[in-house]
């Protein structure tokens, strides 16, 4: 599935949400929302790493959290792209493409300019 079509999904997924538990998910709303999921991400690491609390839950369980909460980070990024106008496949292969293309000169030898140098120097 295209990142575009996982956008548009996640979107109607979100839109439910709202519906069903009364939320008006305005662009804070959303931006929060992201910023517990980041949170949530980040405690079920602590938790399978042995840095947190287990809460009683098996290796297996806590890695299955932290499957669920990378989903829902990746979902509420997707989400709130989308509704700041945000096209996030175009935005990945404008930051991040140009220095895939870097490095893959680096290691094939070369002494390619790191994007993005130029416009610095101006």
Not at 28 to 44: D, F, H, N, P
Not at 93 to 105: A, D, Q
Request: aromatic share 8%; glycine share 12%.
């Amino acid at each position: 599935m295209e990142l575009g079509e996982w956008s548009e999904r996640v979107e109607r997924v979100s839109a439910g949400y709202g519906d069903y538990y009364g939320v008006e998910r305005s662009p804070e709303w959303t931006l929060l929302k992201l910023t517990e999921e980041v949170g949530e991400l980040a405690q079920a690491h602590l938790a399978l790493s042995g840095q947190g609390r287990n809460r009683g839950k098996s290796p297996d369980e806590l890695r299955t959290d932290l499957e669920g909460e990378v989903a829902d980070v990746l979902a509420m990024v997707l989400v709130f792209a989308g509704r700041a106008g945000i096209d996030a496949e175009a935005a990945l292969e404008r930051k991040w493409l140009p220095w895939e293309r870097f490095h893959g000169e680096r290691a094939a030898g070369g002494d390619p300019t790191p994007p993005g140098a130029i416009e610095e120097r101006q």
